[in-house]
């Protein structure tokens, strides 16, 4: 017979072996069921609250079932949902820090719950009422190790913001004179949470047949996956390090701002960071104001996120609008770094395989990103889901750019959850929240702002520019179908790539010194030089592309020509390629022995 203990144990390594599966980097874990287990069951007093604590949440849980149960015994349950909506996002609000934490998760689980049900969460606050100051000053210098007043010489005598978790402070430090943000944490919030994870992993355990069976889900799985999620924003020493991490990452970009940190003024319950002056991002006419163009600070964001998600697999998981500012000279800016999600490379590059292979119509291959990227499970049939996402995508790609929005595509996705075993990872169901909430705060800056204008030429210039031999296969990938060249695409792409970075170094919206000033294509032609003489396939495919139809595409030649001679550095290229010559020599020798050999 299992023990409880080994079925947890087995759970967690389920956990990390889901997460090797889909080729996410794992850090250092915090949670583990046993853990929460061991520390719940070892604090004091542990009976009497958790079976307090328990009667509280399945008599409020119990109840509201209850209602659902009789309003669809009577058969009203569709028409009183807007109803029954609202009293579970109240529920939730009354049932404290944990419940609202795993509501704001469900609001991006179609995989669990009904989309009207999502919609109501997506409002759901994480805005408390403060806890008193003596009790917050009191954390800091028991966090610090030194009275308040030999670290700051002024602090505000009001919280700046109040949340489930904690509530931040404006200060002004006494040995530099700098304004900075303390964040504190609730006091005596970790024991709490670590009760209602236990309870919610206890509930999941009794669940985990009915969510199998019915939802095609895994309860304690998820379970897992928040409490996860959860202990990583208790450790404001982890914030501390995704804020460095944020700042190696945009060192280099002068139109966003990340906010220093003070590790020696940081524990696991304080968190001191440079105070952000700057204007809230959903207020249009302030940012009008403040003399910046509002499309100009819409592609600075866009850019940034996709930068995130894109290039550095490291993104910021709760972008709501209390947490992105414009500053006074254009740059977006970035605050609370608690609720970050990582991506390993595999999944970057996954991510951008489903953008190419969208662009190719290669719907086939965009079911298997799925499964690659852990919605679907390995060994899935996907040729019922092909048609689906084809629909899909037609029907949001064919309104063109002025309609296309990610709303409407992730309701269109949110319903093949019901007819398909999607299960959406945690990871995802962060990246799908981040996106629509940015998409939502453009949308209230500017209400006919084109996000894919901006989304597929960084896209493009990625494609083009990343010396990734990864990024350069998934370039060949585009520019072939069915194995003939697309001229037209490669134009469309060179237009794209060029027009992102017009957007960026000609952007009204900034008053800092953009560096990238024109799109350098010089290593991509020595690349692409390169794999011509080595690779006999490549070769062969762009010599019929130049011949194709028994003509020589001179025309093509020339357009594509037009659109680069200002974009390569003819010098720099000539001294790569001479530079180059004696290994392209000895590869294509090698190449050329290895194929002999293997012909006889």
């Known amino acids: 017979m299992t023990t409880g203990m080994e079925r947890v144990g ?15 980097c794992i850090p250092f874990r915090k949670y583990s069921p046993e853990t929460v287990r061991s520390k719940v069951l070892e604090s004091r007093g542990s009976v009497v609250s958790l079976a307090s604590r328990g009667v509280e949440i399945v008599w409020n849980l119990g109840l509201y079932w209850s209602t659902l149960v009789y309003d669809f015994l009577v058969g009203r349950d569709e028409e009183v949902v807007p109803f029954r909506a609202r009293q579970l996002r109240n529920l939730l609000c009354n049932l404290g820090p944990s419940f609202i934490k795993a509501g704001q998760v469900l609001a991006n689980r179609p995989d669990i719950i009904r989309e009207d049900y999502m919609n109501e969460l997506c409002i759901l606050q994480d805005d408390v009422p403060p806890f008193p100051n003596e009790v917050a000053f009191k954390i800091i210098e028991e966090e610090l190790g030194q009275p308040l007043e030999s670290l700051f010489s002024k602090i505000s005598s009001e919280t700046i913001a109040a949340a489930s978790l904690g509530q931040v402070y404006r200060a002004t430090l006494r040995a530099t004179g700098e304004d900075v943000a303390i964040k504190v944490q609730r006091p005596q919030i970790e024991p709490i949470i670590y009760r209602d994870l236990f309870l919610f992993r ?25 409490g996860e999620k959860l202990l990583e924003e208790l450790d404001y020493t982890l914030e ?3 804020i460095e991490d944020f700042l190696e990452n945009f060192k280099d970009d002068p139109t966003v701002k990340i906010p220093g940190v003070y590790k020696n003024l940081c524990g696991p319950r304080v968190l001191v960071m440079e105070w952000i002056d700057g204007i809230r991002c959903t207020d249009p006419q302030a940012i009008k104001d403040a003399g910046l163009d509002l499309n100009g600070f819409l592609t600075v964001g866009v850019s940034a996120a996709l930068r995130q998600l894109l290039e550095f697999g490291l993104f910021h998981g709760d972008p709501h609008p209390g947490n992105i500012f414009a500053m006074q000279d254009g740059r977006i800016a970035y605050v609370d770094f608690g609720n970050v999600a990582v991506l390993s490379q595999q999944n970057k590059q996954i991510l951008i395989d489903a953008v190419v292979h969208a662009v190719n119509e290669d719907y086939g291959e965009m079911a298997n990103d799925f499964t690659r990227l852990g919605f ?15 629909a899909i995508w037609q029907n949001s790609a064919g309104k063109g750019l002025a309609d296309f929005n990610f709303r409407s595509v992730t309701g269109q996705f949110n319903k093949l959850v019901y007819d398909f075993p999607i299960r959406i990872p945690e990871r ?3 990246v799908i929240r981040s996106l629509l909430t940015q998409e939502g705060i453009c949308f209230t800056l500017k209400p006919d702002f084109k996000f894919l204008e901006v989304a597929y030429p960084y896209v493009a210039k990625r494609l083009l520019t990343d010396p990734n031999p990864a990024l350069r296969e998934r370039l060949i990938q585009v ?3 069915d194995g003939n060249f697309q001229w037209k695409r490669l134009e469309n792409l060179i237009s794209l790539a060029k027009e992102n970075v017009g957007q960026m170094s000609s952007n009204p919206a900034l008053r800092v010194k953009r560096v990238e000033s024109k799109l350098d294509l010089t290593d991509t032609i020595k690349d692409g030089a390169r794999l011509f003489l080595l690779d006999e396939g490549i070769r062969r495919k762009l010599i019929l592309a130049l011949t194709e139809d028994s003509k020589l595409h001179v025309e093509e030649l020339v357009d594509v020509y037009k659109l680069v001679e200002e974009e390569v550095d003819i010098p720099t290229l000539a001294m790569q390629v ?8 000895r590869d294509f020798v090698l190449s050329w022995s290895n194929s002999v050999l293997s012909d006889r």
């Open 202 to 226: 206890t509930l999941a355990s009794f669940l985990n047949g009915f969510s199998l069976q019915k939802l095609g889900c895994n309860a304690e799985l998820i379970v897992d996956e928040f």
């Open 479 to 481: 520019l072939f179908k």
């Open 428 to 430: 995802f169901s962060l």
């Open 240 to 242: 501390a390090r995704n």
């Open 376 to 390: 679907l499970a390995k060994g899935t049939d996907v040729s019922p889901i092909v048609p689906a996402l084809e």
């Open 10 to 24: 087995k759970s967690s390594a389920a956990l990390e072996q889901l997460d090797i599966e889909r080729g996410v």
């Open 578 to 585: 001479v530079q180059d010559l004696p290994n392209v020599f």
